[in-house]
């Protein structure tokens, strides 16, 4: 057969016949490494059942303290450092008072997660090496440790009158952050196994309920947006905080045809084309963004060091989980665009839009631009979806773009108005002056009537 006529050739495979064979040592290197399951990423971390990952490495260089517990260690990633044995020498103390008030043994307790230690592990998207009996320890300290904190927190059981835990305001500060960081969870299934034994004997509310009369110490709402997600379910505490922002309404996402979609122009340049900026009242969620005939209205968000501890971790989990919306990325994204310098933070924060308790708007412009950094975001498929594309055709219209610049540039403060009436008088002066010069040579002066034709 000719090849170079052949239209379905090929290469032909090369021989290898001179090559001597592998030594034994490298064939069984090779059968460790087919026989090796991926540790670090297991195969099933791309299941819905695991929840639970380590940051991406990209979004830990931005911004590594945000995503390191402080005091406290929750579950299998951290566990054991030495800077975080401080209260983990108090957890053995918040389970005894737990289990005596419940009157369940402890044998019941560990009987509830060695039921599902498999499943557990699946949770995490590394291999967990502690053994059975360390791993089901671990499991039944932190998650009593979670419930008693929450019971002593809501009045349901009464905290001890000298209990550091309490009586030092910068260690409960930093226990609330690091129970809302991505690697230091533990499944929710575990926390209401462990809850239905702690409650068999006692009169206490759903889990749910106590979680979020909680953490609304650290982000204040009011009862009647929190009674709306008492019943809720996350895949851990900090995907349980983060669903009860999520307003029903914006819950079902579905992607729609729709033109090619852009990112914003930044807020003083939507400013200058004549957009108007207002702090949203009577929101239940700073995620109720909308915008109708120029207007912008923003509900308030406050940045302080708790949410943005938070909203760094909400969006590390929305960029790990394929499960999830992506509401907090989305909202993340279009702050992202409309802050890229201290005069856009300024902006927003004079409009009451962001309440800055970093101190400096380069602090609020410096958050919001590394929040957004090397995530990924589908803006054909997002709740703001419609919004980008009606803030960027506004945007785009250019008569009302030209006009607003021109108001901005003339008339935007007393000496640009004084400046531009100038140069509106020198105009008029000018067209005079050209005006009579055209006349003088046309006619020149003395020149008398042109006589009349016999």
């Not at 401080?86 to 005894?96: C, P, T, W, Y």
């Not at 957009?275 to 109720?288: G, I, N, P, Q, Y």
């Not at 501890?309 to 992506?326: D, G, M, R, T």
């Not at 000018?430 to 042109?450: D, E, N």
């Amino acid at each position: 057969m000719n090849l170079l006529n052949n239209p379905n050739r090929g290469r032909a495979p090369r021989s290898y016949n001179s090559v001597p064979a592998p030594s034994t040592e490298w064939r069984i290197s090779m059968e460790q490494i087919l026989a090796e399951p991926p540790r670090l990423l297991n195969k099933s971390a791309g299941k819905k059942t695991c929840c639970i990952f380590r940051v991406p490495q990209s979004l830990v260089e931005i911004n590594e303290k945000a995503y390191q517990p402080h005091v406290v260690s929750i579950g299998p990633y951290h566990h054991g450092r030495e800077n975080l044995k401080m209260i983990e020498q108090h957890k053995g103390r918040f389970l005894g008072s737990l289990v005596s008030r419940s009157r369940v043994g402890l044998d019941e307790y560990y009987k509830a997660i060695a039921s599902r230690e498999g499943e557990i592990r699946d949770c995490y998207s590394e291999t967990i090496n502690h053994d059975s009996n360390d791993f089901i320890k671990m499991l039944v300290l932190d998650g009593c440790f979670i419930i008693e904190l929450f019971c002593k927190v809501g009045r349901f059981a009464t905290p001890d009158s000298d209990d550091p835990l309490f009586n030092m305001a910068w260690l409960f500060s930093f226990v609330m952050r690091d129970l809302l960081r991505l690697e230091n969870q533990i499944p929710y299934f575990v926390l209401e196994d462990l809850y239905d034994l702690a409650r068999v004997n006692q009169n206490l509310p759903s889990l749910a309920k106590l979680t979020l009369d909680f953490f609304n110490f650290a982000v204040q709402r009011p009862i009647e947006v929190l009674e709306k997600y008492y019943n809720i379910q996350g895949v851990h505490l900090l995907d349980l905080f983060r669903q009860s922002f999520i307003p029903t309404k914006y819950r079902e996402v579905t992607r729609k045809p729709s033109p090619l979609l852009q990112l914003l122009p930044s807020a003083k340049k939507l400013h200058v084309a004549g957009v108007k900026f207002k702090a949203r009242d009577k929101s239940s969620s700073f995620l109720e963004i909308d915008f109708h005939n120029g207007l912008l209205r923003i509900p308030t968000m406050t940045i302080d060091d708790f949410t943005s501890s938070v909203f760094l971790n909400w969006v590390a989990f929305e960029q790990c989980y394929n499960h999830c919306s992506k509401h907090i990325t989305t909202y993340a994204t279009f702050m992202g665009c409309l802050i890229n310098t201290a005069g856009d933070a300024g902006l927003l924060c004079d409009q009451k839009i962001i309440e800055n308790y970093f101190g400096t708007d380069e602090a609020v412009t410096s958050f919001f631009t590394n929040v957004g950094k090397d995530v990924v975001f589908d803006i054909h498929q997002c709740y703001m979806s419609k919004m980008f594309q009606d803030i960027n055709e506004y945007y785009r219209n250019n008569w009302r773009v030209q006009w607003a610049g021109f108001k901005h540039k003339y008339f935007d403060t007393p000496w640009s108005f004084l400046s531009a009436l100038a140069a509106v008088f020198l105009l008029f002066l000018t067209l005079i002056q050209s005006l009579f010069s055209v006349l003088a040579y046309v006619k020149p002066p003395g020149q008398g009537p042109s006589p009349s034709p016999n």
